[in-house]
């Protein structure tokens, strides 16, 4: 269970590490100019950061998240059940940031640097709640 609790662990850093440069890179894609190469080279950053490294953590934190919780037997505690909740949100955060990067490959922005620095944010606060929820158990 160590072994699956590490695992658990090295996957939640590599995927929130990604959710919170993807929008980063956003932030300074979108002040680019189209045409140039700098442009093309936050493309190529932006695939690869969500293809090898955010969706496998992904997929290896539902994996193991949820296999933790069947072991531990905590998978119907109150503490757990807003925990997941709260994953989910990042799991649909995950797939509206691969949303705003296929708009910025296509150069079909439809948002502001501001907008990405404000959605920058949202990762952290859900973070914050889950280590709350996971170290506390206030229910």
Same mark, same amino acid.
């Given at each position: 269970?160590?072994?699956?609790?590490?695992?658990?662990?090295?996957?939640?850093?590599?995927?929130?590490?990604?959710?919170?440069?993807?929008?980063?890179?956003?932030?300074?894609?979108?002040?680019?100019?189209?045409?140039?190469?700098?442009?093309?080279?936050?493309?190529?950053?932006?695939?690869?950061?969500?293809?090898?490294?955010?969706? !496998?953590?992904?997929?290896?934190?539902?994996?193991?998240?949820?296999?933790?919780?069947?072991?531990?037997?905590?998978?119907?505690?109150?503490?757990?059940?807003?925990?997941?909740?709260?994953?989910?949100?990042?799991?649909?955060?995950?797939?509206?940031?691969?949303?705003?990067?296929?708009?910025?490959?296509?150069?079909?922005?439809?948002? !502001?640097?501001?907008?990405?620095?404000?959605?920058?944010?949202?990762?952290?606060?859900?973070?914050?709640?889950?280590?709350?929820?996971?170290?506390?158990? !206030?229910?």
């Amino acid at each position: 269970m160590l072994w699956l609790k590490a695992f658990h662990v090295i996957a939640v850093i590599a995927w929130m590490a990604g959710l919170l440069y993807l929008p980063r890179l956003f932030v300074y894609h979108a002040e680019a100019k189209p045409d140039l190469e700098l442009s093309a080279t936050f493309k190529t950053m932006e695939y690869r950061l969500l293809r090898y490294i955010m969706n !496998p953590a992904m997929i290896a934190v539902w994996i193991t998240g949820p296999w933790l919780a069947w072991v531990l037997g905590v998978y119907m505690d109150g503490w757990f059940l807003a925990k997941f909740s709260l994953v989910a949100a990042l799991t649909w955060y995950h797939h509206l940031l691969g949303r705003w990067r296929k708009d910025l490959a296509q150069e079909q922005n439809r948002h !502001p640097a501001k907008f990405y620095r404000i959605a920058n944010e949202v990762p952290a606060v859900l973070m914050i709640a889950i280590i709350v929820l996971v170290i506390v158990k !206030p229910f």
